[in-house]
């Protein structure tokens, strides 16, 4: 019977190892980038921030299916040679030594994705990300501007000027702390990038790095511009008049589109209880208008053209998107609320009249705004007023 008993037991032992033999040998024998799309998207949204980033790398079809998941904004505290990433949702605070970078001597102009566009007070560019620490360097604005009028100087003081027909204009660096009118793109697949800054409110300074098409310096495209949103080789730019001009980026030099612009004849009917304005395009293309309101009982509205009657309208839903006040474009964001969800938009201090704005009390160095309900829901932690603090969006694509 003893015998018999450890026979049975033996061929279960044996029974279970050959299946785990085989199991082994079947799962290395699937093809892991071809797995089911919903399956892949419910294993990455369960996955925490840096591990789903660091997933979609694994391949094309992985990479594919992480652009379909919902994205949601970090923020970032600048201080000294470190950084503070925080992730809301996860509430999880990670520090970045960013090597030997000096963050209080930069002025952070506009993000994509990982990525920063920062400038010295030598007027000096350059891409960082905030992950990596990796830098790409923005040619100089000495070097050439295309066939333009146009050219940069730099005295003994090292103060840079904007010469135009023999006329000099100071460019400051505190130019870019109090206008942060700028824009920036990267595709992190092949580093192909492209920045835009205004100066003076009435020149864009753009660059475009395409690989393996040499370098076409900097360009100048001379227009008003009060604000400005880049999406799909097109940068949108409010003007002063309140009208959107769309310069196409698809070849060497911005081009003025006039065929297929229907803003040119709809002016935005601004308001004087409009206390801040900034240009956004949907995931759709159409371009949107977020206004911070001086209202007591609204603090944001959003709104976009109606084609069929020619007037802007306000938007009371943004579907399954959500944006960052002065981003440009908006993401898909999560459908559940954890503090940050679709529908939302998230803003600075300085992006909203306070209730109290004629006093010194201040909520907190961020929020976020509920379209739904109107409700604001601040954000208190690394609150630090000495600091540079910024939104961001990890892996916008």
């Known amino acids: 019977m003893m015998v018999k008993m450890f026979t049975q037991e033996t061929k279960a032992l044996a029974s279970r190892s050959l299946q785990n033999i085989q199991y082994t040998i079947m799962s290395r024998n699937v093809d892991w980038s071809k797995l089911c799309p919903d399956l892949l998207r419910s294993i990455f949204e369960s996955l925490s921030s840096l591990d789903f980033h660091r997933a979609k790398t694994v391949c094309s079809n992985w990479y594919a299916v992480s652009r379909t998941c919902p994205l949601y904004p970090w923020r970032i505290v600048l201080q000294g040679q470190n950084s503070l990433l925080y992730d809301p949702i996860q509430d999880k605070v990670y520090h970045k030594n960013l090597l030997g970078i000096d963050l209080s001597e930069v002025h952070c102009l506009a993000s994509y994705s990982n990525w920063?566009?920062?400038?010295?007070?030598?007027?000096?560019?350059?891409?960082?990300?905030?992950?990596?620490?990796?830098?790409?360097?923005?040619?100089?604005?000495?070097?050439?501007?295309?066939?333009?009028?146009?050219?940069?100087?730099?005295?003994?003081?090292?103060?840079?000027?904007?010469?135009?027909?023999?006329?000099?204009?100071?460019?400051?660096?505190?130019?870019?702390?109090?206008?942060?009118?700028?824009v920036l793109w990267i595709n992190e697949k092949n580093g192909d990038f492209v920045v835009a800054w205004t100066i003076k409110q009435f020149y864009i300074f753009s660059y475009k790095k395409i690989a393996n098409d040499g370098d076409?310096?900097?360009?100048?495209?001379?227009?008003?511009?009060?604000?400005?949103?880049?999406?799909?080789?097109?940068?949108?730019?409010?003007?002063?008049?309140?009208?959107?001009?769309?310069?196409?980026?698809?070849?060497?030099?911005?081009?003025?589109?006039?065929?297929?612009?229907?803003?040119?004849?709809?002016?935005?009917?601004?308001?004087?209880?409009?206390?801040?304005?900034?240009?956004?395009?949907?995931?759709?293309?159409?371009?949107?208008?977020?206004?911070?309101?001086?209202?007591?009982?609204?603090?944001?509205?959003?709104?976009?053209?109606?084609?069929?009657?020619?007037?802007?309208?306000?938007?009371?839903?943004?579907?399954?998107?959500?944006?960052?006040?002065?981003?440009?474009?908006?993401?898909?964001g999560p459908v559940k609320d954890r503090g940050i969800k679709s529908g939302s938009i998230?803003?600075?201090?300085?992006?909203?009249?306070?209730?109290?704005?004629?006093?010194?009390?201040?909520?907190?160095?961020?929020?976020?705004?509920?379209?739904?309900?109107?409700?604001?829901?601040?954000?208190?932690?690394?609150?630090?007023?000495?600091?540079?603090?910024?939104w961001f969006v990890p892996g916008q694509t």
């Not at 923005?138 to 100087?153: A, E, K, W």
């Not at 730099?154 to 206008?179: I, P, Q």
């Not at 009917?269 to 609204?298: C, H, Q, W």
């Open 116 to 182: 920063l566009l920062l400038v010295n007070p030598c007027l000096h560019f350059h891409l960082l990300n905030v992950f990596t620490s990796e830098t790409i360097s923005v040619p100089s604005l000495d070097s050439s501007l295309g066939d333009s009028p146009y050219r940069f100087v730099r005295n003994d003081l090292f103060e840079c000027f904007l010469e135009l027909y023999g006329t000099k204009f100071l460019v400051n660096w505190d130019d870019f702390k109090f206008s942060k009118t700028a």
């Open 216 to 332: 076409k310096g900097w360009r100048i495209t001379c227009t008003q511009c009060e604000d400005m949103a880049y999406k799909d080789n097109k940068l949108y730019v409010y003007t002063f008049d309140h009208y959107i001009n769309v310069l196409d980026f698809s070849g060497d030099c911005p081009k003025d589109t006039i065929e297929g612009n229907h803003y040119l004849n709809h002016p935005f009917p601004f308001v004087d209880t409009i206390y801040k304005m900034r240009i956004v395009i949907a995931n759709s293309g159409e371009v949107l208008i977020v206004l911070s309101l001086k209202e007591l009982n609204r603090k944001f509205c959003i709104c976009k053209l109606n084609l069929e009657v020619g007037e802007w309208e306000r938007v009371e839903s943004l579907g399954d998107e959500m944006l960052i006040f002065g981003h440009g474009v908006t993401i898909r």
């Open 346 to 390: 998230c803003f600075l201090d300085d992006d909203h009249l306070s209730d109290n704005y004629l006093g010194t009390r201040r909520e907190a160095s961020s929020g976020v705004f509920d379209l739904a309900t109107r409700t604001i829901t601040w954000h208190t932690r690394l609150d630090d007023w000495s600091s540079k603090i910024y």
